[in-house]
Structure formats: structure tokens, C-alpha cells
């Protein structure tokens, strides 16, 4: 993906982001339960998270006493996070890209995004979190898997309507349960600043009617880019699908997983 392709294609989230609050699923709280420990996160420790979106990962850490900053490109993603983070004195939102962004006040115990790290600039990213680590804090980076898994025939049969509306789709694509674990081993060694990498994966499912499902796909980046015209066909085409051969609804299967290592000193 080029530079400019990854600006626009982050800047789409927010087009819609009441629609992304009420679709977009949360994490798992075992995710929550392993970070605190491997973070070692508690009351009063400072969390910075980037791409905070409305905020489904920020309230679990709010839950936990931290003191977070959380961060969104997009004014309209973070004035739902704010309503949704209101309780919480605790957190503080604020619009601004993580690249631009210039921190007051002590080092972050850890640093964290979730499925959001891949729309950062790679050649800033790694180092960019370290720097706003103390020396020993962690980054930690939570990505979202939909792999093999549910009801598959649909997947199956729903990658004829992709290559047939969205001529960017790579033929004969089939849903596995690899995650590409080794690509982000090495980004952390690249960057000589993090000691070794912890992995933690965590696997669920949810089921969707043609409804949910559709207005699910609105808030994945692709889906919003595509022209009206082949947007349109293509989810008519999922929607007979799960309407008339899978009898009204499709079960998708997820993983989370969870990368964390060490700042060095």
C-alpha cells in the first residue's frame, strides 16, 4: 500500500462514526486481563492509545484506573468517544494523528493500539512509540483476524461477489487461520528498541443477519471506498446470499491478538 493510498483509506473510518460505535465489536476481556498483567497496568498507570476509534478498547482500560490518552484522527470518532468516556476523569481524548502529535508531561507505562497500528507510517511508528515509553514500558499492539472458521461456505461463495464487483480482489481467496505472526516479530527487532515479543490470540464468533452484516462491511475501509455502483451490487449479492441460502443469518469468526514487548533501556 502506498503513502497516499494509506492516508486516504484511514481518514474513511470516520465518515460514519455513530455507524462504527453500534457495529464494530468489542474485545475480548481475557485480552484486557493479560495486558494489565504483562504491562503491568493498574490505577494511576499512563496508557497512551492510538486510533482510540469510539473507544472500544479505551473503556477497558478506564475500568482499570489507568490514566489514558487516547487519540483519533477523525473529530467526529472522537466526539463519540468522548460521550462514551464520559464517567471517566481519567481519560482524555483528543483529535490528532499519532504522527503529529507532540506529548506534555512524563513517559506512558505503555503505549497501545488496537487494529489500528497498520494504518501508522512505517518508517515512524516503531520509533516514534518507543520514544513515549519510559524505559521499561511496553507496546502493545492488538490486531483483528477474521479467519477460517463459522459458517465458511458463505465466505466461500461471497468471494465470487467480491471478484466480481471489486476488481481489486485477488482470485480464489480462502479464509485460513494464519496471522502473519513472524511480520511483526521482525518490525519489533528492526527497530532495536523493544526486547523480546509476547504473543497472546483469542478466538470468537459472532453471528449477523444480512442487516448487521452489511452495515458491518460499512465500516471496514475497502468497503467504504469502493465506487457506489459495484458497492452497491456487491452487497446486494451478499445479501441474497445470506438471505436465500443461508436462511437469514452468517456466523464470522474472529481472533484478537495481542503483541507486546519491552521498551529497553
Sequence with gaps: MTRADREELRTTFGEDAELYDRCRPSYPPPLFTDLATLAGLGPHARVLEIGCGTGQATLPLARLGCAVVAMDLSPDMVAVARRNLAQFPNVTVVTSAFEDWRPTGEPFDAVLSATAFHWLDPDVRMIRAADLLRPGGAL?????????????????DAQRCYERFDPST???????????????????????????????RYEWQQTYTADEYRNLLMTYSGHRALAHQARDGLFACITHLIENVYDGEITKRYRNRLAIAPRTP
Design 170 to 200: 485477488p482470485p480464489g481467496m480462502r479464509l485460513t487461520t494464519d496471522d502473519e505472526t513472524a511480520d511483526e516479530t521482525a518490525e519489533f527487532e528492526r527497530s532495536a528498541r523493544f526486547g523480546p515479543v509476547e504473543f497472546r
Design 140 to 156: 502493545a499492539i492488538v490486531s483483528t483476524h477474521h479467519i477460517a472458521g463459522g459458517t465458511d461456505a458463505f465466505f466461500a
